[in-house]
């Protein structure tokens, strides 16, 4: 199976009362960038989004996106792993250059890799996620501004068009299980995904 990173459907696009704004929520394996004022808005456990941001072209992208395997599982390599965050990296800041941001002018914002799934809390699966966000932007010289990551709680990232601007709501209790079976899901449909045709940065 292929692994598959989306683009956030326009069926992703809702009016967002509390803001008094137009949103559009990304779910696990999509990514939005936008120069208009949407607010971008995503739900992590486990994942990580990653917020960037051109200020002095108004560029703005997240992603939210798993490393799909973890440490226990010997006969796949680490770095067969990351592959899948580098692909969502790339696809976002792709998508933002075509937008007409310059990457060097990109600054980052990196949230979520909280311990939430039950069964891998052991694995440091959000630890991972953590550690290869921040290696994988050093390497690309975008320097990371903010971050709100790891803990045992899941969080709600807002982020706003005004100087790009993250706000997060820290769910300290979960009343149902849509945010830990979703990237369940997600992460059982990336255990057997490849990735066929890489992206480059250009």
Do not use: W
């Not at 696809?91 to 890799?113: D, R, S, T, W, Y």
């Not at 903010?146 to 990232?157: E, F, G, H, T």
């Not at 601007?165 to 990237?183: C, F, G, Q, S």
């Amino acid at each position: 199976m292929q692994v598959n990173f989306d683009a956030s459907p326009e069926a992703n696009l809702y009016f967002d009362r509390y803001f008094n704004c137009n949103a559009v929520k990304i779910l696990p394996g999509e990514f939005y960038a936008t120069s208009n004022d949407h607010l971008i808005v995503t739900v992590l456990g486990s994942c990580i989004a990653t917020c960037l941001f051109d200020p002095a072209n108004n560029v703005r992208g997240m992603n939210h996106f798993l490393l799909p395997r973890d440490d226990t599982e010997k006969s796949i390599l680490i770095s067969e792993s990351a592959r899948y965050g580098t692909y969502a990296m790339e696809l976002l800041i792709n998508e933002m250059l075509k937008l007409g941001a310059k990457k060097n002018q990109i600054v980052a914002k990196v949230f979520g890799g909280g311990n939430v799934m039950k069964g891998l809390i052991h694995n440091n699966i959000g630890q991972r996620n953590v550690d290869f966000a921040f290696e994988y932007l050093k390497k690309e010289s975008i320097p990371v501004v903010a971050s709100d990551v790891l803990s045992d709680y899941p969080r709600k990232v807002y982020f706003f068009e005004e100087d790009g601007l993250v706000r997060i709501k820290k769910i300290k209790a979960l009343h149902n299980t849509t945010i830990l079976d979703r990237e369940s899901e997600y992460r059982v449909r990336l255990k057997n995904a490849t990735i066929d045709n890489p992206v480059d940065l250009f």
